[in-house]
């Protein structure tokens, strides 16, 4: 594609950008840390954790710099973008000790600096300024809309929703859609039910039970300031792939608005955001794909490799060095680790690397340094044995959320249960092909109820008097070295 004037205004203006940024970065040394991953993956828990963790100084021996004593002190600092809101880190770790209830989640970019007084290795002191950047994962999956038309999109996003278990939940939708008219006059009030009716169908298939992550636009079900605006009020229609829309009509008015939303929502987030990167983190919930099986799996599978495509953006077309990522780590890591036992633990990250090796593969992906952990950045769970009849079980003790179960079990929210973790299959093919589900949670009386989704409260600290209590957590020390450890040296 030829370059446009604005083009070239754009890349020059963003050059400079980077330059004075580097600038910058040789006198105060600054990394900026991305943490993203879809709605409800651990963004906000492993945000604050890691803050409170090298502001209190936390149990990280895997964490060099701090097990050895070379770093002096952390603290907050003012951000440096005045458009982004700061993360609400200092209401999220109250809710999360004090409360013991988790915080609430990402549903926008956010931000929040921390800086690091350490000394180096050659014992001289410096400090390193962490810029870390909370955004939704939904948001990196809307790049493929920059390349496709709105009659592409639409043709895609119709023959996905026509796949079971997407199909039953699409119903209302679908059938708005045959009663349009593409050809025939712009009518807002159609727009709107189909809009609506549409984020419904997204929505549905985000649910828990089917845990569907490839959901573009990332927008509808995050809107943020957006909402209602007519950026955000558009649907697929069912037109041909190579067809124009006659003007004036509600083809062309759903077209226009897609394109205002690659305009104003998608364009600005990789250009603003996204290209500033240096490190990334990518939070997978992979137990809750697992829970809900073989199509959440594939879905899982198909949005890390959109994901690992942002960050492969290569300079094949002009516009697309526009949002060039700089990011030189990316991390993946299954989250909520502490739902299985210690055993699982390299299980999981075997298979999340399984799947992220699969991802790259189809995303043709060469670039950054990628690795792969399983972590609970906050631990909500202990270990012991349970003895069962003749037999002992290792099991997994925590205080479950207030719920009553399917079959009538009753949790009050205060009082410890034992639960035993499922077990993961080595091969990860019998995932996939759902020859060996997953079991997720079970207790001793849990035999018809389903506790794949039974939550645990934030674990009950004991305080030393006037002291802020440590965070229990699983690796996530070693998630720090691998992010920031050379920084620090
Ligand atoms: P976000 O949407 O990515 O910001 O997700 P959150 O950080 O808000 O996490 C969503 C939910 O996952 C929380 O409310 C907790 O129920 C759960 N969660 C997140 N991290 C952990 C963890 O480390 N351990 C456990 N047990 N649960 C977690």
């Known amino acids: 594609m030829a370059p446009s004037f604005s083009d070239i205004v754009e890349e020059t203006r963003l050059s400079l950008r980077s330059l004075i940024e580097y600038g910058e970065n040789l006198l105060n040394p600054t990394v900026r840390l991305g943490v993203t991953g879809l709605s409800r993956a651990g963004k906000t828990v492993f945000i604050t954790a890691l803050v ?32 982004v809101p700061r993360f609400a880190y200092e209401k999220h770790v109250r809710t999360l000790i004090d409360e013991r209830q988790w915080p609430s989640s990402t549903v926008d970019i956010s931000e929040l600096r921390l800086v690091i007084d350490y000394q ?54 679908h059938a708005h859609l045959v009663r349009l008219d593409p ?55 069912d037109v041909p792939q190579d067809g124009s829309a006659p003007s004036g009509s ?22 603003d955001h996204f290209t500033r ?10 137990l809750a794909a697992f ?32 949002f060039r990522p700089r990011i030189d780590r990316i991390l993946f890591a299954a989250t909520k680790a502490d739902h299985l036992h210690r055993s699982s633990h390299d299980r999981l990250e075997a298979i999340l690397r399984r799947m992220v090796e699969r991802a790259a593969a189809k995303a043709e992906f060469a670039g950054a340094a990628v690795d792969v952990i399983a972590l609970a950045a906050v631990r909500a769970t202990r270990e ?61 009386t849990s035999e018809h109820a389903d506790f794949r989704f039974l939550r645990f409260r934030p674990p009950l600290l004991s305080r030393a008097a006037g002291e802020e209590p440590a965070l229990p957590h699983i690796r996530l020390d070693r998630a720090l070295q691998f992010l920031v450890g050379d920084k620090l040296q």
């Open 183 to 237: 050809d025939g006059r712009e009518d807002e009030q159609a727009t709107l039910t189909a809009a609506k009716l549409f984020t419904e169908y997204l929505r549905a298939c985000r649910d828990e039970r089917f845990a569907m992550s490839l959901l573009p636009p990332g927008r509808f079900l995050m809107p943020g300031s957006l909402a209602g605006s007519p950026a955000l009020t558009f649907s697929p229609l």
């Open 384 to 444: 012991a044995v349970v003895q069962q009849g003749r037999e002992k079980l290792p099991s997994i003790l925590g205080t479950p959320e207030v719920n009553e179960t399917s079959n009538g079990q009753i949790f009050d929210g205060e009082t410890e249960a034992a639960t035993f973790p499922g077990d993961l299959p080595d091969n990860l093919d019998e995932l996939f092909t759902g020859k060996a589900p997953f079991r997720g949670l079970t207790t001793a």
């Open 52 to 83: 409170h963790g090298l502001l209190r100084g936390g149990r990280f021996p895997v964490f060099e710099s701090l097990a050895t004593g070379r770093i002096a002190r952390a603290r907050l600092e003012p951000q440096p973008d005045d458009a």
């Open 291 to 322: 829970n809900a099986g073989p199509e959440a799996l594939k879905d899982l599978e198909g949005a890390l490799s959109g994901i690992l495509d942002c960050f492969n953006i290569g300079r094949s077309t002009f516009v697309s060095s526009l």
């Open 250 to 271: 509600l083809w062309a008015m759903m077209r226009r608005r897609y394109e205002a939303y690659k305009d104003v929502v998608v364009r600005p987030f990789f250009r």
């Open 277 to 286: 990167l240096d490190r990334q983190i990518v939070l997978v919930d992979a």
């Open 120 to 173: 180096r290795q050659n014992a001289a002191t410096r400090s390193l300024t962490l810029d870390l950047v909370d955004y939704p994962g939904e948001w990196l999956l809307d790049l493929p809309l920059l390349k496709k038309s709105y009659e592409q999109w639409s043709a895609e996003s119709l023959a996905l929703s026509r796949r079971e278990p997407r199909a039953r939940l699409a119903r209302e939708w």
